[in-house]
C-alpha cells in the first residue's frame, strides 16, 4: 500500500515595524532580557491596546504581494490558551475577519510549475521566549506582542521539496516587499507544518488520513528534514496496523527526531472571542491605494526588467535576485553606469565570490557602489587592465580605498608607451629562448606563457591587446 502525504502550511513572519503591535516598545530583536517590555506587552490588567498602524500596512502589502482579496472591514479576538510565554494568558489574533482571504503562489519545481493557494493571511502578535536550564524555565518577554502575518496555505503540498521551493519564494517575496527580513534563524520567519497520510485513490477523493502538525521549524533544511521524518513515522505506525493520533510535534534538528508536544489544539479548544479593547478597523479606497503604491518592486518584476530591459540569461538574473542585498547594489551601480551586462558579469564572478569566501559582506561593504561601478568602467574604457580588476577589488575590500586612489598609488593605469613594452618582450623572450624557439617551430601553446610573463612584469601598465599585437611581431622576426 502506498501512502501519499497532503501538507499544509502555516507560516508566522514578524513584521519589519519599529515597535510592538499594541504599544510603543521597540520591536527590534535582542537585547537583555526583558528590556523591551512594559505593563501592556506584559500582560498587566488594565493596560490599553493601540493598534500599529504600520503593521496594518505591511499586512495589506503582503495581501498585494501574494494576489489576496483585501478586507475593507477587519477586527481582532483573543485566541486563549494558558502557557509561561504569554504573559495575558491569551494571544490578541485574527479569526472571523481577517485582512487578507484566498491569494496564491505559483513555484517551481523540477522544472514544473505549480499554484499553492491561501487560505488566508492575519495579523496577530507573537510570544515571548521560554529558555530552559536543567529543572528551571525563564521567561523572556521581548518578543512578546511584536507584530507578526499568518499566511497559512491549503493542502496543497504532497511532497518536501514542493513546500521547500515555496518558502524559499515566500521568503524572498517578503524580504524583497520589505514586510519581514526573513532571518530564520534569529525566528524572524518560522513554519508549522500539517501533514497526514493516505492512499493516493482516498486522497483524489478528499479522504484525508488523521493531521499532525510540527510546530516552530526555523530553517529551510529542517522543514525538509522534519516532513520526511514524519511522513516515515506516520508510514510506519499505519503499516504495522496502528493509528496516527492528532497531537502537536516537535522536530530535533540535532537528532532528526519527531516527538510529541500536546494533543492538537481546534478552534474551540482557544475559546476565541472578540477582544473588547480593540475597535474594527475599516480600510477606506484611498489607503489601500496608498499601501499599494508604496509596494516596492517584487522579485518577478525585476527578473522581467533584468532579462527584458538588461539584456541577462534567466540564470545570471536569478543568482543577482538571490540576495535582495545583491540585486539593490547591482540596481545601484547601473544607475551610475549603463553597461549592465558587464556590471552583472563583475559581480557574479568576482564579488559573490568574495562574499561565499567570507572576505565580503553585502551588508557592510567597505566601498560604495559608484566604486564599484567606476572600477568597471575604467576597465571597459581601457583605463585598467581587466586582469588586475579583481586584485584591485580586492584592496578595495580591505582598505575601503577608491579604485582611483588604488590605481593612483600603486601605479596601475594602463599607459602606452611602446618603448616600455617592446623593453619588456625582449626581456621575456631573451629568458625563454626554448618557449620562443618552440613557438617558431608551431607550438603556439607557448605564446599564452611569454604573454602571461609580460602581463606580469608590466603589471597591468599596458592594455593586453598592445602587448599581444607587439609579442606576435616580435616572435614573427625571431
Known amino acids: 500500500m502506498k501512502l501519499y502525504p497532503t501538507i499544509g502550511l502555516e507560516t508566522h513572519a514578524e513584521l519589519m515595524t519599529e515597535s510592538k503591535l499594541f504599544c510603543s516598545c521597540s520591536a527590534r530583536f ?49 485566541k486563549n490558551y494558558f502557557y509561561p510565554d504569554l504573559p495575558a494568558a491569551y494571544q490578541v489574533s485574527q479569526m472571523e475577519r481577517p485582512v487578507c482571504a484566498g491569494g496564491f503562489l505559483e513555484i517551481n519545481v523540477s522544472g514544473e510549475k505549480k499554484t499553492i493557494r491561501l487560505n488566508r493571511i492575519h495579523l496577530e502578535e507573537d510570544a515571548g521566549k521560554l529558555t530552559h536550564e536543567g ?26 521539496d514542493e513546500v521547500v521551493a ?9 524580504q524583497y516587499a520589505d514586510i519581514c527580513d526573513g532571518k530564520m534563524e534569529q525566528g524572524s520567519l518560522r513554519c508549522d507544518v500539517n501533514i497526514s497520510l493516505a492512499t493516493i485513490e482516498n486522497t483524489q477523493a478528499g479522504k484525508l488520513g488523521v493531521r499532525t502538525e510540527i510546530k516552530n521549524l526555523n530553517s529551510i533544511k529542517a522543514i525538509g528534514r522534519a516532513i520526511q521524518a514524519e511522513t516515515e513515522r506516520q508510514t510506519d505506525i499505519i503499516e504495522s496496523g496502528g493509528t496516527v493520533v492528532q497531537q502537536t510535534l516537535r522536530f530535533n534538528d540535532a537528532n532528526g527526531e519527531i516527538t510529541p508536544m500536546r494533543n492538537k489544539e481546534n478552534a474551540h479548544d482557544y475559546r476565541y472571542f472578540p477582544d473588547p479593547d480593540i475597535p474594527p478597523v475599516v480600510l477606506t479606497e484611498e489607503e489601500l491605494k496608498s499601501f499599494k ?28 535576485l538571490g540576495d535582495k542585498n545583491v540585486s539593490d547594489f547591482y540596481d545601484d551601480t547601473v544607475k551610475i553606469y549603463n553597461s549592465p551586462k558587464t556590471l552583472a558579469g563583475f559581480i557574479i564572478v568576482e564579488l559573490l565570490r568574495r562574499v561565499n569566501l567570507g572576505e565580503a559582506n553585502m551588508k557592510s561593504l ?13 576597465v571597459d574604457e581601457g583605463k585598467v587592465n581587466r586582469d588586475i580588476r579583481k586584485d584591485i577589488l580586492r584592496d578595495m575590500l580591505e582598505s575601503g580605498k577608491s579604485p582611483v586612489q588604488i590605481c593612483d598609488e600603486k601605479n596601475l593605469w594602463i599607459k602606452e608607451d611602446a618603448g616600455a613594452v617592446e623593453a619588456v618582450i ?13 613557438y617558431k617551430n608551431g607550438e603556439i601553446k607557448v605564446f599564452g606563457f611569454l604573454m602571461g610573463q609580460a602581463n606580469k612584469e608590466l603589471k597591468g601598465s599596458a592594455a593586453p591587446a598592445t602587448v599581444k599585437n607587439m609579442l606576435e611581431q616580435k616572435l614573427k622576426k625571431a
Not at 515555496?166 to 517578503?174: H, P, S
Not at 522581467?304 to 540564470?315: D, H, I, M, V, W
Not at 625582449?426 to 618552440?438: G, L, S
Request: proline share 6%; charged share 25%.
Open 30 to 78: 535582542g537585547g537583555g532580557e526583558n528590556e523591551h517590555c512594559c505593563i501592556g506587552c506584559s500582560g498587566f490588567p488594565g493596560a490599553l491596546p493601540a493598534l500599529n498602524k504600520k503593521a496594518l500596512e505591511l499586512i495589506v502589502r503582503a495581501g498585494f504581494s501574494f494576489n489576496c482579496e483585501i478586507a475593507r472591514f477587519t477586527k481582532w479576538e483573543r
Open 135 to 160: 529543572n528551571r524555565s525563564f521567561a523572556d518577554y521581548n518578543r512578546t506582542g511584536v507584530p507578526l502575518i499568518e499566511i497559512v496555505t491549503e493542502p496543497d503540498f504532497h511532497s518536501a
Open 166 to 174: 515555496y518558502v524559499e519564494k515566500l521568503r524572498q517575496i517578503l
Open 293 to 320: 503604491a508604496a509596494l516596492p518592486e517584487l522579485p518577478e518584476v525585476r527578473m522581467s526588467r533584468y532579462t527584458a530591459e538588461f539584456g541577462l540569461s534567466p540564470n545570471d538574473a536569478a543568482i543577482i
Open 366 to 378: 567597505s566601498f560604495t557602489a559608484d566604486d564599484f561601478a567606476e572600477l568597471q568602467r575604467f
Open 426 to 438: 625582449d626581456k621575456i623572450m631573451a629568458a625563454n629562448p626554448a618557449a620562443v624557439e618552440q
